[in-house]
């Protein structure tokens, strides 16, 4: 009560309150906790610093937000726009891990941080935290993009790239195309979710096309000067496997796009698809910008490499919106980063010297139904730089049925982790 | 500032080929967390395919990471993540995964199948995988072994393959028992194994 108080009269004196109500700050959602960290996204970042927090410190009290009351998650979707997989199989709740760790788990949206009062605001009441973490995924720069919008273009250029309705949209657009049609793929620059993602994706559209749809092609128009990822193995896999299907254009960056005619620019060429699989740039998450946690480059979000707390002081951001030096943004280092979060924040909190990090990070892609590989990499803290141990990780000499295999058990294991 | 003088340490440690042991290191729970997103929790594999580590001995667990390290012992991606790590840590790791409780995996087996194993497996393994696998005890050789009850199916059936067709190294004393083995048996076994709680 006084907190809310305080901060009223805070706002009162008008501080920084990133377009709060003061009604909406005027009850608790949960009584005042003195001993609370407050985790926001309950992905395979945010999930996993819940469960650490108190696998390591019971006498916490966690709360763990996300506005879904399910998650579904966006490894293997690419198998289900292949018709491999079904989406249900990638989709957690919260129930088991609530029950066994004792975290709170609260559906809802957060609608802002008042970084001042230190409380989360959702549309039910605030909620005080003594640190906060923030793993809140990522949003689109559709802007960079003539033409485009977040709300329509989606609709239509479906980007798949958070699971659900768009990967449900791009797999039945594909299984619909007319033969003989064109898929066009836009990749866009690095830094963006999944470096390998998109090419894996190319590889079980194809493996799916040269099935049912043996005439139509795929043309990828990537940003990048080169395949971001694993580009010696994806480039034998489509030359072995989908030559004539697969075209491959490097350096071409969409600029535009024509939605009535599901045409993109990329400045030299005008090129329509029958079905249009636009990736657009990305960045941190909506609450990352109202938290006031992104950094000078109005895109992600910077943070110390031992502790994940942002420029602002007592929040730490992991997962995709944060800045983990030579780390990929994956689920993989998601779930790293929220152990090493757990465990450093827990460090300051209890007056310990924090713990040099030691993070993995193991990217599996399917190049058809059974093949994938592996890239891996083992990451440590070097000055302020995470950076990649060069000693180990790497790639396998081939894609091959055993880590295929091996492939789906660790999904297996990401998904229970992050649920159990 | 004690940060600091860590990563300079680590910095050294880094540039130089073989990571050195360290001063400073992450600590047990820092290293072996990190398995758990293909191993599971603490080592509790849901599996299929990727085994169940918490609960297996420390000696075994570094043994192991020591074979995929030199290229002794065949694997997809354990080698490449071994290379990564100081040899004693190894000993850190395992330490702190033989430390957690060996979760055995709750899977469909073939009964029948399971029968046959538990029968040769009563001849020609009990004698190191004690307890019908549950334990390890080479009183001979005096190396570390695993526990093979409850460990996943999948896995167990690579992991035999890779016996069979040498590309795994026996240790001392288990060739004589492999090569005693009637076609089926190695199936067999497996099924037994996995189907012990
Ligand atoms: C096609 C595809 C394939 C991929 N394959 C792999 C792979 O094989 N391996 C791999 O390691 N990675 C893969 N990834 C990447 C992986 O999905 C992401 O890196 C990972 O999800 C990042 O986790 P996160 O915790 O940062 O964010 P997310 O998993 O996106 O979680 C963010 C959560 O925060 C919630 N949230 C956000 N804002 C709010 C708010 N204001 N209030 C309440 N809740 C909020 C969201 O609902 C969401 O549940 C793939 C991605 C794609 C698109």
Same mark, same amino acid.
């Not at chain 1, 901060?7 to 959602?29: H, M, T, V, Y």
């Not at chain 1, 996993?48 to 696998?55: G, M, Q, S, T, V």
């Not at chain 1, 966690?62 to 989709?91: H, Q, S």
């Given at each position: 009560?006084?907190?809310?108080? @305080?901060?009223?009269?805070?706002?009162?004196?008008?501080?920084?309150?990133?377009?709060?109500?003061?009604?909406?700050?005027?009850?608790?959602?949960?009584?005042?906790?003195? @001993?609370?960290?407050?985790?926001?996204?309950?992905?395979?970042?945010?999930?996993?610093?819940?469960?650490? !927090?108190?696998?390591?410190?019971?006498?916490?009290?966690?709360?763990?937000?996300?506005?879904?009351?399910?998650?579904?998650?966006?490894?293997?979707?690419?198998?289900?726009?292949?018709?491999?997989?079904?989406?249900?199989?990638?989709?957690?709740?919260?129930?088991?891990?609530?029950?066994?760790?004792?975290?709170?788990?609260?559906?809802?949206?957060?609608?802002?941080?008042?970084?001042?009062?230190?409380?989360?605001?959702?549309?039910?009441?605030?909620?005080?935290?003594?640190?906060?973490?923030?793993?809140?995924?990522?949003?689109?720069?559709?802007?960079?993009?003539?033409?485009?919008?977040?709300?329509?273009?989606?609709?239509?250029?479906?980007?798949?790239?958070?699971?659900?309705?768009?990967?449900? !949209?791009?797999?039945?657009?594909?299984?619909?195309?007319?033969?003989?049609?064109?898929?066009?793929?836009?990749?866009?620059?690095?830094?963006?979710?999944?470096?390998?993602?998109?090419?894996?994706?190319? +590889?079980?559209?194809?493996?799916?096309?040269?099935?049912?749809?043996?005439? +139509?092609?795929?043309?990828?128009?990537?940003?990048?000067?080169?395949?971001?990822?694993?580009?010696?193995?994806?480039?034998?896999?489509?030359?072995?496997?989908?030559?004539?299907?697969?075209?491959?254009?490097?350096?071409?960056?969409?600029?535009?796009?024509?939605?009535? @005619?599901?045409?993109?620019?990329?400045?030299?060429?005008?090129?329509?698809? #029958?079905?249009?699989?636009?990736?657009?740039?990305?960045?941190?998450?909506?609450?990352?910008?109202?938290?006031?946690?992104?950094?000078?480059?109005?895109?992600?979000?910077?943070?110390?490499?031992?502790?994940?707390?942002?420029?602002?002081?007592?929040?730490?951001?992991?997962?995709?919106?944060?800045?983990?030096?030579?780390?990929?943004?994956?689920?993989?280092?998601?779930?790293?980063?929220?152990?090493?979060?757990?465990?450093?924040?827990?460090?300051?909190?209890?007056?310990?010297?924090?713990?040099?990090?030691?993070?993995?990070?193991?990217?599996?892609?399917?190049?058809? #139904? @059974?093949?994938?590989?592996?890239?891996?990499?083992?990451?440590?803290?070097?000055?302020?730089?995470?950076?990649?141990?060069?000693?180990?990780?790497?790639?396998?000499?081939?894609?091959?049925? !055993?880590?295929?295999?091996?492939?789906?058990?660790?999904?297996?294991?990401?998904?229970?982790?992050?649920?159990? | 500032?004690?940060?600091?003088?860590?990563?300079?340490?680590?910095?050294?440690?880094?540039?130089?080929?073989?990571?050195?042991?360290?001063?400073?290191?992450?600590?047990?729970?820092?290293?072996?967390?990190?398995?758990?997103?293909?191993?599971?929790?603490?080592?509790?594999?849901?599996?299929?395919?990727?085994?169940?580590?918490?609960?297996?001995?420390?000696?075994? &667990?570094?043994?192991?990471?020591?074979?995929?390290?030199?290229?002794?012992?065949?694997?997809?991606?354990?080698?490449?993540?071994?290379?990564?790590?100081?040899?004693?840590?190894?000993?850190?790791?395992?330490?702190?995964?033989?430390?957690?409780?060996?979760?055995?995996?709750?899977?469909?087996?073939?009964?029948?199948?399971?029968?046959?194993?538990?029968?040769?497996?009563?001849?020609?393994?009990?004698?190191?995988?004690?307890?019908?696998?549950?334990?390890?005890?080479?009183?001979?050789?005096?190396?570390?072994?695993?526990?093979?009850?409850?460990?996943?199916?999948?896995?167990?059936?690579?992991?035999?393959?890779?016996? &069979?067709?040498?590309?795994?190294?026996?240790?001392?004393?288990?060739?004589?028992?492999?090569?005693?083995?009637?076609?089926?048996?190695?199936?067999?076994?497996?099924?037994?194994?996995?189907?012990?709680?």
């Amino acid at each position: 009560m006084s907190t809310s108080r @305080r901060s009223f009269l805070r706002s009162a004196a008008g501080l920084a309150l990133g377009g709060l109500s003061w009604r909406s700050r005027a009850e608790n959602l949960l009584p005042r906790s003195e @001993r609370r960290v407050v985790v926001v996204g309950g992905g395979f970042g945010g999930a996993i610093a819940a469960k650490y !927090l108190r696998l390591h410190d019971p006498s916490v009290d966690v709360v763990l937000i996300d506005r879904k009351t399910t998650y579904i998650a966006c490894p293997f979707t690419n198998r289900v726009i292949a018709g491999l997989r079904d989406l249900a199989e990638n989709t957690v709740g919260y129930d088991e891990l609530a029950a066994r760790h004792q975290i709170t788990v609260l559906p809802t949206e957060v609608t802002a941080v008042d970084t001042a009062a230190k409380q989360v605001v959702t549309p039910g009441g605030a909620i005080n935290y003594t640190r906060l973490v923030l793993s809140p995924g990522i949003d689109f720069r559709y802007d960079e993009i003539d033409g485009a919008d977040p709300a329509r273009t989606p609709e239509i250029m479906p980007h798949a790239w958070q699971a659900g309705e768009q990967t449900l !949209l791009l797999r039945s657009q594909l299984a619909a195309m007319r033969s003989g049609g064109t898929v066009v793929m836009s990749i866009p620059l690095a830094p963006f979710r999944c470096p390998p993602g998109p090419y894996e994706r190319v +590889s079980l559209m194809a493996w799916y096309l040269k099935r049912t749809n043996p005439k +139509s092609k795929i043309i990828v128009l990537d940003a990048n000067p080169d395949i971001a990822a694993k580009a010696r193995l994806f480039r034998a896999a489509w030359q072995q496997m989908y030559k004539g299907m697969v075209d491959y254009r490097p350096a071409q960056k969409v600029t535009r796009v024509i939605l009535e @005619r599901r045409a993109v620019d990329t400045g030299a060429e005008t090129i329509r698809g #029958d079905v249009v699989n636009l990736i657009p740039p990305q960045k941190a998450a909506p609450l990352a910008f109202q938290a006031g946690v992104v950094g000078d480059d109005g895109k992600w979000c910077p943070v110390s490499q031992i502790t994940f707390e942002s420029r602002v002081p007592g929040i730490h951001v992991i997962g995709d919106s944060c800045i983990a030096g030579a780390m990929p943004k994956s689920a993989f280092s998601a779930n790293s980063q929220g152990k090493v979060v757990a465990l450093n924040m827990l460090a300051v909190m209890n007056g310990r010297e924090p713990d040099a990090p030691a993070h993995v990070n193991v990217c599996y892609s399917y190049v058809n #139904d @059974r093949e994938a590989m592996s890239v891996a990499g083992l990451y440590r803290v070097l000055g302020d730089n995470t950076v990649f141990v060069p000693q180990a990780g790497g790639l396998p000499t081939s894609y091959t049925e !055993l880590e295929g295999i091996q492939a789906a058990s660790w999904f297996n294991n990401m998904l229970r982790e992050m649920s159990s | 500032m004690k940060t600091r003088s860590r990563c300079l340490l680590l910095a050294a440690a880094l540039l130089s080929p073989g990571l050195p042991a360290l001063a400073e290191r992450p600590s047990p729970a820092m290293l072996s967390e990190s398995c758990g997103a293909c191993h599971g929790t603490r080592g509790a594999s849901a599996g299929p395919a990727t085994p169940i580590i918490g609960g297996q001995s420390a000696g075994y &667990i570094a043994a192991s990471l020591n074979a995929f390290r030199d290229g002794r012992r065949p694997s997809s991606v354990m080698g490449r993540l071994a290379k990564g790590f100081a040899r004693d840590d190894y000993v850190l790791m395992g330490n702190f995964l033989a430390a957690q409780p060996f979760v055995a995996a709750r899977q469909a087996t073939d009964p029948a199948l399971a029968a046959r194993g538990r029968n040769v497996h009563e001849v020609l393994c009990e004698r190191c995988h004690a307890d019908r696998g549950r334990r390890f005890e080479d009183r001979e050789a005096k190396a570390p072994g695993p526990i093979l009850s409850g460990q996943w199916l999948q896995y167990l059936l690579i992991t035999f393959n890779e016996f &069979i067709a040498k590309e795994r190294p026996f240790p001392a004393g288990m060739d004589e028992a492999f090569r005693q083995l009637k076609r089926g048996d190695a199936e067999a076994l497996a099924h037994y194994y996995a189907s012990r709680p």
